[in-house]
């Protein structure tokens, strides 16, 4: 199974509260504001190292406190337990400068990249509609933060790549005010490519995966994703050098890919109503579920968040059905909801 207890301490509206997980459905039942949102953030921090919603770490540490602790058990074989912890601050404990969020396993500090894949976790939101209707960055980020679950490489290269950029931007930036040489870009130029080809090629294969499954699905066959990426090469770099230079930063590579997704020809951001939106954002998930699987050799646990109000029958029934043999945690304010799932253990707060 994936996860058996989590503890949330200083963790949103959470002073100290512990929660016990089955290896099938666990449901979390209550009104709205009462905490279930930030459970599933709780879980996902131990899974990804990061939040789904918050803009800054320090959002997640409760009111008035310095810092808040999130930690969980995964059972192993032969009865013994993993222990992961996540603590998370504002940058500042007990007047000392400190990182704002540190990783633990078994008690012993780690880097982010050490805990991923030991839970890996797939999330289902209503706000998931932004994966079809949202900006390009949030298209990128479904990428990323299930490609960093599984490949090792991906995720060294993001981190990498993401770093270098950084410092190329700047450079350019001096480049335009005068204050640095061109030849001042030549190792980061080196590095982006290199990185940068690494994410683009394993991101290639991730879609390519996904539209092969489409093509074996009669409720998503007419589904296709394409990926408009932003070739990064020694030929593009150099053709934008001077674009470059006038702009102050980066013109070409992964951070300006996106993916179009379409029905048929139609493209569903342009033309695609909310219902078929919906319907592409679920299929979207079906294909990370089965990818991370299949390249984790390992089930994902489901993390559902109050989306069956955004499904209509046919759809809600394709979540039921790959909810089957996985460990799902799923969140609801509706009770009509709890007649679904007759076999669920039920968590009510309060």
């Known amino acids: 199974m994936g996860l058996s207890s989590i503890t949330l301490s200083n963790f949103r509206n959470y ?5 016990n997980f089955s290896n099938g459905v666990t ?15 709780a879980i996902y921090l131990l899974g990804v190292g990061e939040s789904f919603r918050a803009k800054r770490t320090e959002e997640m540490v409760r009111f008035e406190q310095e810092l808040g602790r999130v930690s969980g058990q995964i059972p192993l074989a032969k009865k013994d337990l993993l222990n992961l912890e996540v603590v998370v601050n504002g940058g500042v404990v007990m007047g000392k400068v400190v990182n704002k969020r540190k990783y633990l396993i078994d008690g012993v500090s780690k880097r982010r990249k050490d805990i991923l894949g030991l839970l890996p976790l797939v999330l289902f ?26 490949d090792k490489e991906y995720e060294h290269s993001l981190t990498t790549y993401e770093q270098a950029l950084r410092r190329r931007n ?13 030849y001042s870009l030549t190792f980061w130029d080196g590095l982006l490519i290199k990185h940068g080809q690494i994410i683009q090629d394993k991101r ?11 093509d074996k699905s009669e409720l998503f066959k007419k589904l296709r994703i394409v990926y408009d990426l932003s070739v ?19 013109l070409v590579g992964p951070h300006k890919d996106d993916l179009v997704i379409k029905e048929e020809t139609r493209d569903l951001l342009i033309y695609g109503s909310r219902g078929e939106q919906r319907m592409a954002v679920l299929a979207l998930k079906m294909g990370e579920i089965y990818f991370l699987e299949e390249k984790g050799k390992k089930k994902a646990t489901l993390l559902l968040d109050d989306i069956f109000s955004e499904l209509d029958e046919e759809h809600k029934q394709e979540v ?27 968590i009510r707060i309060n």
């Open 125 to 150: 939101r209503p706000e998931d509609i932004e994966l079809i209707s949202g900006s390009p960055e949030i298209r990128r980020k479904f990428l990323d933060r299930l490609m960093i679950q599984i």
């Open 204 to 214: 290639r294969e991730l879609i390519e995966y996904i539209n092969r499954l489409f």
């Open 170 to 182: 700047k450079i350019l930036d001096a480049v335009r005010n005068g204050s640095a040489s061109r």
């Open 232 to 250: 990064i090469n020694e030929s593009r770099i150099t053709q934008y050098s001077e674009a470059e230079v006038a702009v102050g930063y980066t």
């Open 320 to 346: 039921l059905r790959v909810m089957a043999g996985r460990q799902v945690v799923v969140t609801t304010a509706d009770e009509k909801d709890l007649e679904m799932f007759k076999k669920a253990e039920i």
């Open 15 to 19: 002073e100290n509260k512990e929660f």
């Open 27 to 41: 449901v979390i039942a209550g009104e709205n504001a009462r905490g279930k949102t930030n459970l599933l953030e």
